[in-house]
T-cell receptor, first 113, second 112 residues
Framework: AQSVTQPDIHITVSEGASLELRCNYS??????LFWYVQSPGQGLQLLLK??????LVQGIKGFEAEFKRSQSSFNLRKPSVHWSDAAEYFC???????????FGKGTRLHILP | EPEVTQTPSHQVTQMGQEVILRCVPI?????FYWYRQILGQKVEFLVS????????KSEIFDDQFSVERPDGSNFTLKIRSTKLEDSAMYFC??????????FGEGSRLTVL
């Protein structure tokens, strides 16, 4: 069964600084990987996904993520964060198209002015 | 842009009462899911539904839970006899064989 680990519960960065949120997955075959963002009291919005092909994927809001099979990682990055990026970020993994996806525990991002 | 809609946005109920949470998935989607998120915790898979039947369910989805697609548009989650620990945000999601799940805004359930 697949699982996801997000080792950082909270991360604080200054506005304008770069960001990297870590995600490690466990799954035997090639996983389907996702990053979702949740603002307080809101639903889950898909930032980006990886199914196959180019291991560097671009998403919305200036985010990107890189799939590294050798490290079982799918880290999320943004070169310059904005105050509006403060939210909870969830990495998720699926076994196949339209299979359930399993979420990590999330990383709460705080932005310093 | 089409979206998944959920009602009610917030429901308060007494322990032991039945609750029905409703979802209208995106119209041409074929796969439907319910997830829940207890306050401050991770988003947990409950059940997936395809072709008018449950395709997979988690350990959380016990006999107190049921799902139904009663009329071809709505997708409901019923909790027969609510417990305090059922208090959570419940998210509905749908997909169309693209691998991307589209989530609703959630229904917050508070059990007193």
């Amino acid at each position: 069964a697949q699982s996801v680990t997000q080792p950082d519960i909270h991360i604080t960065v200054s506005e304008g600084a770069s960001l990297e949120l870590r995600c490690n997955y466990s799954y035997g075959a090639t996983p389907y990987l996702f990053w979702y963002v949740q603002s307080p009291g809101q639903g889950l919005q898909l930032l980006l996904k990886y199914f196959s092909g180019d291991t560097l994927v671009q998403g919305i809001k200036g985010f990107e993520a890189e799939f590294k099979r050798s490290q079982s990682s799918f880290n999320l990055r943004k070169p310059s964060v904005h105050w509006s990026d403060a939210a909870e970020y969830f990495c998720a993994v699926g076994a196949s198209r339209d299979d359930k996806i399993i979420f990590g525990k999330g990383t709460r991002l705080h932005i310093l002015p | 842009e089409p979206e998944v809609t959920q009602t009610p946005s917030h429901q308060v109920t007494q322990m032991g009462q039945e609750v029905i949470l409703r979802c209208v998935p995106i119209s041409n989607h074929l796969y439907f899911y319910w997830y829940r998120q207890i306050l401050g915790q991770k988003v947990e898979f409950l059940v997936s539904f395809y072709n008018n039947e449950i395709s997979e369910k988690s350990e959380i989805f016990d006999d107190q839970f049921s799902v139904e697609r009663p009329d071809g548009s709505n997708f409901t989650l019923k909790i027969r006899s609510t417990k305090l620990e059922d208090s959570a945000m419940y998210f509905c999601a749908s997909s169309k064989n693209t691998g991307e799940l589209f989530f609703g805004e959630g229904s917050r359930l508070t059990v007193l």
